[in-house]
C-alpha cells in the first residue's frame, strides 16, 4: 500500500527530530567513548529491537530481502557506518556552528543529484523552497549576521562533515532503490551488515564497560530514536516523498537543535526563532507536489 504524502511528511519531520538528539547526545558521548564505540553500541542497540519488530510487524519475504544484499550492503556502509563515524569524528574537532553549517549543505545537494540521476521533478517553487530553507538556517547560525559565514576559521573537522554530507546523500539516492522492501525489515538487514562489520574494529578499541549513567542513557536513546526511528521513517518515507525534496527536511535538524536546547534550558534570541520560521516555510515549499503548484 502506498504512504500518503501526509504521513511521509510527518516521517520525515520526526526523523530530523530524532536526529537533532543525535548531535546533542552525541557531542556529549564523544568525550567518553570513541567514535566505533559509540556507533556500535548504538547499532547494536538498534538491531535488537529491529528484527523482531519487522518480523511482527511486516511478516517479510526474507528470501526476497536477501536477495538484494549488494545494495544493501552500500547502504550500510555510507548510511551507519561512513555517516555516523564521520560525524563524531568531526565533532571532536570542529565546533557545533561549522558542523552544521556544512550539514545545511547537504539537502541541496541531494535535491541537485536526484534531479540529475533519478531524474525527480523540481519546478521554480521547490527550487526557491531550498534556498529559502537554506537561509533560514543560515539565519540561525549566524545569529542574523550573515557574514559571519565569512569569518569562521576551517580546520580537518569541517572536511570531515564534507564527507558525511557526501555519505547521506548516496545514502538517500541509492534507498529509492530498494523502495519496495518492507522498510523496517530492509533496515534490520542494513544495521546486521554494518554490525558485521563493525564488530572487528570494536573488539580492537579497549572498550571499558564502566562509563557513566549520563553515558549509558545516552547511548538508550542513540540506539532507540536517531537509530530505529529515524532510519525506519526515513527508509519508509524517501519513496513517497522523492529523495530531492526528502532531502529538505534535514534542515529541520538545526531548528530542532535550537529547540532542544531551549527545553535544556539554554537562551534562544528572536532571530533563532525566526531563522527556523523559514526553514520550515522552505521545507512546505520544497515538498509541495509538482501538480500542485501549476
Same mark, same amino acid.
Given at each position: 500500500?502506498?504512504?500518503?504524502?501526509?504521513?511521509?511528511?510527518?516521517?520525515?519531520?520526526?526523523?530530523?527530530?530524532?536526529?537533532?538528539?543525535?548531535?546533542?547526545?552525541?557531542?556529549?558521548?564523544?568525550?567518553?567513548?570513541?567514535?566505533?564505540?559509540?556507533?556500535?553500541?548504538?547499532?547494536?542497540?538498534?538491531?535488537?529491537?529491529?528484527?523482531?519488530?519487522?518480523?511482527?510487524?511486516?511478516?517479510?519475504?526474507?528470501?526476497?530481502?536477501?536477495?538484494?544484499?549488494?545494495?544493501?550492503?552500500?547502504?550500510?556502509?555510507?548510511?551507519?557506518?561512513?555517516?555516523?563515524?564521520?560525524?563524531?569524528?568531526?565533532?571532536?574537532?570542529?565546533?557545533?556552528?561549522?558542523? @552544521?553549517?556544512?550539514?545545511?549543505?547537504?539537502?541541496? &545537494? *541531494?535535491? !541537485? +543529484?536526484?534531479?540529475? =540521476?533519478?531524474?525527480?521533478?523540481? %519546478?521554480?517553487?521547490?527550487?526557491?523552497?531550498?534556498?529559502?530553507?537554506?537561509?533560514?538556517?543560515?539565519?540561525?547560525?549566524?545569529?542574523?549576521?550573515?557574514?559571519?559565514?565569512?569569518?569562521?576559521?576551517?580546520?580537518?573537522?569541517?572536511?570531515?562533515?564534507?564527507?558525511?554530507?557526501?555519505?547521506?546523500?548516496?545514502?538517500?539516492?541509492?534507498?529509492?532503490?530498494?523502495?519496495?522492501?518492507?522498510?523496517?525489515?530492509?533496515?534490520?538487514?542494513?544495521?546486521?551488515?554494518?554490525?558485521?562489520?563493525?564488530?572487528?574494529?570494536?573488539?580492537?578499541?579497549?572498550?571499558?564497560?564502566?562509563?557513566?549513567?549520563?553515558?549509558?542513557?545516552?547511548?538508550?536513546?542513540?540506539?532507540?530514536?536517531?537509530?530505529?526511528?529515524?532510519?525506519?521513517?526515513?527508509?519508509?518515507?524517501?519513496?513517497?516523498?522523492? @529523495?530531492?525534496?526528502?532531502?529538505?527536511?534535514?534542515? &529541520? *535538524?538545526? !531548528? +530542532?537543535?535550537?529547540? =532542544?536546547?531551549?527545553?535544556?534550558? %539554554?537562551?534562544?534570541?528572536?532571530?533563532?526563532?525566526?531563522?527556523?520560521?523559514?526553514?520550515?516555510?522552505?521545507?512546505?515549499?520544497?515538498?509541495?507536489?509538482?501538480?500542485?503548484?501549476?
Amino acid at each position: 500500500m502506498k504512504m500518503k504524502r501526509s504521513v511521509a511528511v510527518l516521517l520525515l519531520v520526526l526523523a530530523s527530530l530524532f536526529w537533532a538528539g543525535n548531535y546533542v547526545c552525541g557531542k556529549y558521548v564523544i568525550n567518553s567513548l570513541k567514535p566505533i564505540q559509540i556507533n556500535f553500541l548504538r547499532w547494536l542497540l538498534a538491531g535488537i529491537i529491529l528484527l523482531p519488530l519487522s518480523q511482527i510487524l511486516e511478516k517479510p519475504s526474507w528470501k526476497k530481502v536477501w536477495k538484494e544484499w549488494p545494495i544493501l550492503l552500500v547502504l550500510s556502509i555510507f548510511g551507519i557506518i561512513a555517516y555516523n563515524l564521520l560525524l563524531y569524528r568531526a565533532l571532536s574537532f570542529t565546533s557545533s556552528i561549522n558542523a @552544521a553549517l556544512i550539514n545545511s549543505v547537504n539537502p541541496a &545537494l *541531494i535535491a !541537485v +543529484f536526484a534531479s540529475l =540521476i533519478l531524474k525527480e521533478g523540481m %519546478n521554480k517553487i521547490n527550487i526557491l523552497g531550498i534556498f529559502i530553507s537554506l537561509l533560514g538556517v543560515l539565519l540561525v547560525l549566524t545569529y542574523g549576521n550573515l557574514l559571519k559565514i565569512f569569518s569562521i576559521s576551517y580546520n580537518k573537522g569541517d572536511f570531515y562533515m564534507i564527507l558525511v554530507i557526501i555519505s547521506w546523500t548516496i545514502y538517500t539516492l541509492l534507498a529509492k532503490k530498494i523502495s519496495y522492501l518492507p522498510p523496517i525489515a530492509s533496515t534490520s538487514v542494513i544495521v546486521l551488515f554494518s554490525l558485521i562489520i563493525m564488530l572487528p574494529f570494536f573488539i580492537n578499541s579497549n572498550f571499558n564497560w564502566s562509563f557513566k549513567a549520563p553515558t549509558f542513557y545516552s547511548i538508550i536513546y542513540l540506539g532507540l530514536f536517531p537509530s530505529v526511528g529515524s532510519l525506519v521513517f526515513w527508509n519508509s518515507a524517501v519513496p513517497a516523498v522523492g @529523495a530531492g525534496k526528502s532531502g529538505i527536511f534535514l534542515n &529541520l *535538524i538545526t !531548528v +530542532f537543535t535550537v529547540i =532542544i536546547s531551549v527545553v535544556l534550558g %539554554n537562551r534562544v534570541t528572536a532571530i533563532q526563532i525566526i531563522g527556523g520560521a523559514i526553514v520550515i516555510l522552505g521545507v512546505y515549499l520544497t515538498s509541495k507536489k509538482t501538480s500542485q503548484l501549476n
